[in-house]
T-cell receptor
Framework: NAGVTQTPKFQVLKTGQSMTLQCAQD?????MSWYRQDPGMGLRLIHY???????DQGEVPNGYNVSRSTTEDFPLRLLSAAPSQTSVYFC?????????????FGPGTRLTVL | KQEVTQIPAALSVPEGENLVLNCSFT??????LQWFRQDPGKGLTSLLL?????REQTSGRLNASLDKSSGRSTLYIAASQPGDSATYLC??????????FGAGTQVVVTP
């Protein structure tokens, strides 16, 4: 199993550009989520999904959109990038909803918005 | 709102010394507490998970304790090695499944 994969690993955007961060898992996990990690702060939840076709907002959802058309994929879209979105983004998945299920994290995408 | 604090933010020790990493949290109504390891360019790896009813968990050279009443957890790493160099994250989970991450302690073990 590849586990949780994320692409790209690094990305530089200009303010106002749009892009999609990809996340895929091959463990047939129902629960997937996106976090951002900023210096001196813990990871913060952006959006999550409890299954295909179902998504919900986390702690810091503004400026981000998600969709879940398949169990395997959970892309994160930035419609109009802003410098405040410069961060490291992590995708995670688990067999079921926390807290009873161990979460598996991807390697992260480091995004810089100029 | 749960707040998770890890002190110190960074730590450097010589190889062979024992490591003590501290985590404190403000809301004692946690479901469980996890310690993760984060390596540069890689994802988070779960090290130990302590259920709210447990006092400690052990895995090899790692031991984590939990004191809910005082809102504290400690991760002990015995006989540190250069390969232990990483950032260690403390994460609480409430009964609704909400995770709250600490900012982490960056550890450097020098040969």
């Amino acid at each position: 199993n590849a586990g949780v994969t994320q692409t790209p690993k690094f990305q530089v955007l200009k303010t106002g550009q749009s892009m999609t961060l990809q996340c895929a898992q091959d463990m047939n996990h129902e629960y997937m989520s996106w976090y951002r990690q900023d210096p001196g702060m813990g990871l913060r939840l952006i959006h999550y999904s409890v299954g295909a076709g179902i998504t919900d907002q986390g702690e810091v959802p503004n400026g981000y959109n998600v969709s879940r058309s398949t169990t395997e994929d959970f892309p994160l879209r930035l419609l109009s990038a802003a410098p405040s979105q410069t961060s490291v983004y992590f995708c995670a998945s688990s067999a079921g909803t926390p807290p009873d299920n161990e979460q598996f994290f991807g390697p992260g995408t480091r995004l810089t918005v100029l | 709102k749960q707040e998770v604090t890890q002190i110190p933010a960074a730590l450097s020790v010589p190889e062979g010394e024992n490591l003590v990493l501290n985590c404190s949290f403000t809301d004692s109504a946690i479901y469980n507490l996890q310690w993760f390891r984060q390596d540069p360019g890689k994802g988070l790896t779960s090290l130990l998970l302590i259920q709210s009813s447990q006092r400690e968990q052990t895995s090899g050279r790692l031991n984590a304790s939990l004191d809910k009443s005082s809102g504290r957890s400690t991760l002990y790493i015995a006989a540190s090695q250069p390969g232990d160099s990483a950032t260690y994250l403390c994460v609480t989970t409430d009964s609704w499944g909400k995770l709250q991450f600490g900012a982490g302690t960056q550890v450097v073990v020098t040969p």
